[in-house]
């Protein structure tokens, strides 16, 4: 068998490729915060950060809360497990937009996921993402497909209430 000789890597060849990964996962990094800037979703999100607060407060004159603050905080966390972690559990989403009864209801969730947004950490790979501020219908539009959002805005319809995912 021929010895064979392995070359030693200089300092200064590790340095430079730590420098060039570095700099290449900061431009990479860059371009992903630009890219969200410009997305056409971005406008609907930001439709969707209206007050919620005087929303529900006009529509709490006209129609009362069916449940206590505590259970809408619940439903907004049932989501919020249901959404991330390994698959979406489209049964528990579901199951907690048939219990909402009117569009007091629909907002009092709204206000419970965040007020409107919260933050969430969509990704496995948190050193990559660093989490993001979501509403609560941006935060389903992000995990489910078109169709399960549609059977959601089904259900709110047939609950006349007017607000769409």
């Known amino acids: 068998m021929a010895n064979v000789q392995r070359q030693k890597v200089s300092p200064d060849t590790w340095i430079k490729l730590g420098i060039w990964i570095g700099a290449g996962v900061g431009v ?4 992903k915060k630009v890219l969200d800037l410009i997305k056409p979703e971005r406008k609907r999100d930001e439709s969707e950060k209206k007050d919620v607060e005087s929303e529900l407060e006009a529509e709490s004159k006209k129609n009362k809360a069916s449940y206590p603050k505590s259970q809408y905080a619940a439903f907004a966390s049932t989501i919020a497990e249901a959404i991330f972690g390994g698959g979406t559990d489209e049964a528990a ?4 937009f048939r219990a909402l009864k009117n569009d007091t ?3 009092s969730l709204v206000k419970a996921w965040g007020s409107p947004t919260r933050q969430v950490f969509p990704d496995y790979f948190v050193f990559y993402s660093t989490g993001k501020k979501l509403s609560l219908p941006a935060a389903l539009r992000y995990d489910m497909d078109s169709s399960e959002c549609a059977k959601i805005n089904a259900i709110l319809k047939s609950k006349g209430i007017k607000y769409r995912i």
């Open 28 to 31: 990479a990094f860059g371009v």
């Open 105 to 107: 209801d629909y907002l």
């Open 93 to 96: 989403i579901y199951a907690v």
